[in-house]
């Protein structure tokens, strides 16, 4: 039997990763059993808080814990379920009683822990990603490289598996971690069954596609704020990263420096990501074939478009716009790609 303890964070842990891992488990203990393959359940599953009893969103919810922290003296798997990003900081501040409980389980008996979405943030305070890939959700990347530089933020990744650490990526990418885990416990077979059941997509690994590009201009920096508002503005353009320094009368070295530690981003970078997002969004909307949106965007050479989009997007430019614009995919041809 394997003792799962879901975390129930004080504030505003988001219900469906706490809800949604408890279904999967015992849907996975009743297959087994009905199946023939155990008599008794596989996975204890325990709701662990730091109280019995919480009221979330502003009095909407309420859930009861079977355990607190001081009542688990020993599990194999720990899930730190998201919290909402709108008061992340005073949540990570209101719940970090869970993270000597979770180191003291990780060191005493090797537990595993897994962070779902936003959870990653808790999951990082604990040290345990530290120089290991952690994913957690597109919109919350910016901020979590802020605040925990020495962990390898991966941005394409839905699930991330590191010697018994694993995290998933943003929102409902948690029922993919599910898969993750009841496959690699109770096998193939098994996992199949919850996919089935539960209307899973199987072995998705690729978060890029749901990304959206806002552009980050949380930062104080006038010059670079300004030099992005060009990049935007002038999308069609092609735009090296000389003319923008020599415009802001910035050297090449500091206005990449600069640039960097204000948007998380090279100039290069930030300029492929914000031509990517406008090529997105034309595919997206319009009737426009790929050749017209990639002179749209700023670029002449098929391929290299190609190659950009793909490495932002996970997907070729026909395959993104057969999937989110499904009535013009006729127009194309995808063999050319």
């Given at each position: ?109 090797n537990t595993e822990v897994a ?13 345990l990603v530290d120089g290991r ?205």
């Amino acid at each position: 039997m394997k003792h799962v303890s879901i975390l129930v964070p004080k504030g505003n842990a988001i219900l469906s990763n706490v809800v949604g891992p408890y279904k999967v488990l015992l849907a996975a203990n009743q297959f087994l059993k009905q199946t023939g393959q155990r008599t008794e359940d596989f996975f204890d599953v325990h709701l662990v808080g730091l109280d019995h009893n919480y009221v979330l969103y502003d009095g909407l919810f309420s859930i009861h814990c079977k355990s607190t922290i001081d009542d688990i003296k020993r599990t194999d798997l720990i899930m730190i379920p998201a919290l909402r990003p709108d008061k992340l900081l005073d949540d990570l501040d209101d719940n970090k009683d869970f993270i000597p409980w979770i180191l003291k389980q990780r060191g005493q008996y090797n537990t595993e822990v897994a962070s779902m979405c936003m959870g990653a943030f808790v999951l990082a305070q604990t040290g345990l990603v530290d120089g290991r890939q952690c994913a957690t959700h597109w919109a919350a990347m910016d901020l979590f490289k802020q605040l925990f530089p020495q962990v390898n933020l991966v941005s394409s990744k839905v699930v991330t598996d590191e010697e018994g650490i694993y995290s998933s990526g943003g929102a409902f990418s948690f029922l993919n971690l599910m898969l993750h885990l009841v496959e690699k416990y109770c096998g193939r077979d098994t996992a199949i069954y919850i996919s089935k059941f539960f209307e899973i997509e199987f072995d998705r690994t690729d978060q890029n596609q749901f990304a959206i590009f806002q552009g980050q201009k949380d930062h104080e920096d006038k010059a670079i704020k300004q030099a992005q508002q060009f990049i935007e503005g002038n999308i069609s353009k092609k735009i090296s990263v000389e003319q923008l320094a020599n415009q802001y009368a910035i050297s090449r070295r500091n206005f990449v420096r600069r640039f960097k530690r204000a948007t998380q981003n090279t100039p290069s970078e930030y300029i492929q990501r914000v031509k990517v997002e406008a090529a997105k969004r034309s595919f997206e909307s319009t009737s426009q074939n790929v050749n017209e949106v990639m002179y749209k965007v700023g670029y002449a050479d098929e391929k290299a478009f190609r190659t950009i989009f793909k490495k932002y997007v996970g997907l070729s430019p026909v395959a993104y716009k057969a999937k989110y614009n499904r009535g013009l995919v006729k127009f194309e041809q995808p063999t050319a790609w």
